[in-house]
Structure formats: C-alpha cells, structure tokens
C-alpha cells in the first residue's frame, strides 16, 4: 500500500496570506490528522477529521481549518499568515475506528516557511 | 492532564554502544504507548507501539522498549546502536479521539 502523501512539500508565503496543504490518507484510512511541528512547540494536534466531519480540535486559533473529502483526502487552510505559522505540518492516518489505541502513519510533512 | 515527559533533550553515543531513551507519560486511563523516530526533514517512523499484554515489546530496527505501570514509564532501549539510528526519536501517548500527545523528542547523535 501506498503510504501517506502530503502536497506540496516545501512552501514560502509571506504575512497576511492563505495557504492550503493537501493530505492523501493510506487507501482504506477514514481518519486523518494533522500535526504542527515547530522547534519551540514541538508536536501540536490541530485536528482530526473522520467521514468528513471534523471529529477532533486543539488549540489552535480559528485562522487554523480543514477539511475532508469523501476519498478521506484532507486539506489543511490556514488564513492571514504570521510568521509564527513557520512549521513543519505533519498529516496522519489510521483507520479511524479503534480510537486511541491505533497507530496512525504519518506522511513526510509541508515544510511552511513564512516571511 | 495527559502529558508526556521526555527528559533527555540530546543524547550522545559510540557506535556499538547500548541506548536507552527515557520516556514517561501521564495519562488517566490505560495508556496506549507508541515510539516513532523522524529523521532530518522526514515525517514520522513508528518503532513499536505498547497496547496491552507483555510489558517488553520489540520493534523494528532492532529497537524494544518497556512499560513499567508502577513508574509510569516507556523507555526505548537499543543493544547496540548503528551510525543510521542518528535521528530525533518521539514517544507518544493515544489519547481521546485519535489525539496524540508526544513528548518533546531526544535527538540522537551517533560517534563512529
């Protein structure tokens, strides 16, 4: 099985614009998460979508938003850009059924730079 | 509050040598416990995931690790650790609707 891919890999966009990434889960995976990975922060939950409904939230403002289609590919939107959005965004996938005792694969990640 | 506590921020060692990375976690109910490795500008590996049952599990790359319940831990051991295990290394606990809470992660350095 193919694994989890993430478009594009590296961007830069500069304050006060809008981004969108895009997650393709492993084929047969409902869930996806995404993760913002930054050297200060570490690994941060943004969200969880399962069957198109976002099912799980963190604590992330509401520039942060996504969504899911009904192949369970997922894209992440963030809004008026700050240079504190620099990150590494990280999508994840499982099956979606077992809850928090299944693994989730991760993809290679959006590298987000923003000047 | 679920947590997880990585205390070595940066660890050094031989070639050859044995690795033992420390992780602990604070979870209010079963945890289920997971060691993922990410090497520079690459998403996450899992090593091994605990879920129930023996508290030694073994994983891929030659990597095990323990879960002691009584002190609330999940170390990550190697016998003898290769120049290619040089990475960051995650330990993750599942939480509440397929959230994970990761430690802040121990990168790894490897002296030939």
């Known amino acids: 099985k193919a694994g989890v891919t993430q478009t594009p890999r590296y961007l830069i966009k500069t304050r006060g614009q809008q981004v969108t990434l895009s997650c393709s889960p492993i084929?047969?995976?409902?869930?996806v998460s995404w993760y913002q990975q930054t050297p200060g922060q570490g690994l941060q939950f943004l969200f969880e979508?399962?069957?198109?409904?976002?099912?799980n939230k963190g604590n992330f403002p509401g520039r942060f938003s996504g969504r899911q289609f009904s192949n369970s590919r997922s894209e992440m939107n963030v809004s008026t850009l700050e240079l504190g959005d620099s990150a590494l965004y990280l999508c994840?996938?499982?099956?979606?059924?077992?809850?928090?005792?299944?693994?989730?694969?991760f993809g290679p990640g959006t590298r987000l730079l923003v000047l | 509050a679920q947590s997880v506590t990585q205390p070595d921020i940066h660890i050094t060692v031989s070639e050859g040598a044995s690795l033992e990375l420390r992780c602990n976690y604070s979870?209010?109910?079963?945890?289920?416990l997971f060691w993922y490795v990410q090497s520079p500008g690459q998403g996450l590996q899992l090593l091994l995931k605990?879920?129930?049952?023996?508290?030694l599990v073994q994983g891929i790359k030659g990597f095990e690790a323990e879960f002691k319940r009584s002190q609330s831990s999940f170390n990550l051991r190697k016998p003898s650790v290769h120049w290619s295990d040089a990475a960051e290394y995650f330990c993750?606990?599942?939480?509440?609707?397929?959230?994970?809470?990761f430690g802040t992660g121990t990168s790894l350095t490897v002296i030939p």
């Open positions: 979870y209010g109910a079963t945890p289920y």
């Open positions: 993750a606990v599942g939480a509440r609707g397929n959230q994970f809470y």
């Open positions: 994840a996938s499982s099956p979606g059924l077992a809850g928090r005792q299944e693994t989730q694969y």
């Open positions: 084929s047969g995976h409902r869930s």
């Open positions: 979508y399962f069957s198109e409904t976002q099912r």
């Open positions: 605990y879920f129930s049952g023996d508290t």
